[in-house]
């Protein structure tokens, strides 16, 4: 007798959507299909519902009158508000990486600065998104603040479009390195208050950053094709 695969549950599904949602595999205004992704993840149709209306209420997924469901799409002024509520928690994370730091890590940290570096010197744009992503979850893990990592995880979700339309830009990667470098530097150096400072000049770069870009009004469709270009809310 053949034994059947066990459906996943809600908690799963959830999740599954969630790290789609922040690996920019489903992108700011894709529709969400029930049908599609009780197929793609082998769960029931109710299951799929109820993790919808779990991430509506995370703010990463909105339901459209007659439409159905999409990832939803964040304007300015809320990313700019998630940005300064992301740098007081990063702050409280880079700090306690600081005072905790082994050598084990402050040796992977001096790594990642290094390849972060060539990277930005060498123009490879998605080399040093993936860096960047790497010494985030390093000095996050060293941190041991599990509620922190969580609230960081969701606020990283929600700003998907904003994170990688600035990223994306050109030159922006030789602009960040040095905020990357110093912050790693403080925390390599047992520096609590310097990597605060780091994170937070780091931040207030990003948000002026965000700012100028919202300006340019470059069109959402050339970014994410799979979103409608009705959808560009700036």
């Given at each position: 007798?053949?034994t059947?695969?066990?459906a996943?549950?809600?908690?799963a599904?959830v999740?599954?959507?969630r790290?789609?949602?922040?690996?920019?595999?489903?992108?700011?205004?894709q529709?969400?299909v029930?049908?599609?992704?009780?197929k793609l993840?082998?769960?029931?149709?109710?299951?799929?519902?109820?993790a919808?209306m779990?991430?509506?209420h995370?703010?990463?997924?909105?339901?459209?009158?007659n439409?159905?469901a999409?990832?939803?799409?964040?304007g300015l002024?809320e990313?700019?508000?998630?940005?300064?509520?992301?740098?007081?928690?990063?702050?409280?994370c880079?700090?306690?990486?600081?005072?905790?730091?082994?050598?084990?890590?402050?040796?992977?940290?001096?790594a990642?600065?290094?390849?972060?570096?060539d990277r930005?010197?060498?123009?490879?744009?998605?080399?040093?998104a993936?860096?960047?992503?790497q010494?985030?979850?390093?000095y996050?893990?060293v941190?041991?603040?599990?509620?922190?990592?969580?609230?960081?995880?969701r606020l990283?979700?929600?700003?998907?479009?904003?994170?990688?339309?600035?990223?994306?830009?050109?030159?922006?990667a030789k602009?960040?390195?040095?905020?990357?470098l110093?912050?790693?530097d403080?925390?390599c150096?047992?520096?609590p208050?310097?990597?605060?400072?780091?994170?937070?000049?780091?931040?207030?770069?990003?948000q002026?950053?965000?700012?100028?870009?919202?300006?340019?009004r470059?069109?959402?469709?050339?970014?994410?094709?799979q979103?409608?270009?009705?959808?560009d809310?700036?």
């Amino acid at each position: 007798m053949t034994t059947q695969p066990k459906a996943l549950s809600q908690a799963a599904v959830v999740d599954a959507i969630r790290g789609g949602i922040l690996a920019n595999d489903l992108v700011p205004g894709q529709r969400l299909v029930e049908a599609e992704l009780c197929k793609l993840l082998g769960a029931s149709r109710g299951t799929v519902r109820s993790a919808l209306m779990d991430l509506v209420h995370e703010g990463l997924v909105e339901r459209i009158a007659n439409r159905g469901a999409r990832v939803r799409v964040v304007g300015l002024e809320e990313a700019l508000q998630i940005a300064e509520v992301r740098k007081v928690v990063e702050s409280l994370c880079v700090a306690r990486a600081a005072e905790r730091i082994t050598p084990v890590d402050i040796e992977r940290l001096r790594a990642l600065a290094k390849k972060l570096k060539d990277r930005a010197d060498h123009g490879d744009i998605s080399g040093f998104a993936e860096t960047t992503h790497q010494i985030f979850a390093c000095y996050v893990r060293v941190a041991d603040q599990p509620v922190a990592e969580e609230v960081l995880e969701r606020l990283r979700a929600r700003n998907t479009r904003h994170r990688f339309r600035l990223t994306y830009r050109a030159g922006r990667a030789k602009v960040a390195a040095p905020y990357w470098l110093d912050l790693v530097d403080a925390i390599c150096r047992h520096d609590p208050e310097g990597a605060r400072r780091a994170i937070e000049r780091h931040a207030e770069n990003v948000q002026e950053a965000m700012k100028a870009l919202a300006q340019e009004r470059t069109p959402f469709a050339a970014i994410y094709p799979q979103a409608d270009a009705s959808d560009d809310a700036e």
